[in-house]
């Protein structure tokens, strides 16, 4: 496994104990079909939460959140009612979820958290 996806794992993790001990639901990970893949998909009540997971090791290139851009706001928006219709799946609400990790040196990880970015 390269380095790169070895870091997205842990961040993906990461994340997901985040969103848990907030109060939310994991119900998929790593789901992925031909238009793209959703990192975490929760539910929080009756709302389904897609949850794109940013992690950096530097903000060289700017923040990790800031690495989600408008199209990637679409494609997940997509990718959310795809994966209710694979899933047979329904939900009262659609929340797209950022967590953006940034993981420099040997200290905590930095995570920051944006709810309902479209």
């Keep these: 496994m390269s380095a790169h ?3 997205g794992n842990w961040g993906e993790d990461l994340a997901a104990r985040f969103l848990i001990d907030r109060g939310l639901t994991v119900v998929d990970r790593g789901w992925r079909c031909r238009d793209g893949e959703i990192d975490i998909v929760a539910r929080d009540g ?3 939460v897609v949850c794109e997971v940013k992690t950096r090791t530097t903000e060289e290139f ?3 959140v800031a690495a989600v851009t408008p199209r990637k706001v679409w494609r997940l928006r997509r990718l959310a ?3 209710l219709h694979a899933k047979g799946e329904h939900a ?3 929340r797209l979820d950022v967590v953006g ?3 420099e040196g ?3 990880p930095v995570i920051e958290y944006l709810r309902g970015i479209d």
Excluded: Q, Y
Aim: proline share 5%; charged share 20%; net charge positive.
């Design 101 to 103: 990790i940034l993981a």
């Design 81 to 83: 009612v795809a994966w």
């Design 62 to 64: 700017g923040s990790p």
């Design 46 to 48: 009756t709302t389904l």
């Design 106 to 108: 040997r200290g905590r």
């Design 5 to 7: 996806r070895s870091l």
């Design 92 to 94: 009262s609400d659609i």
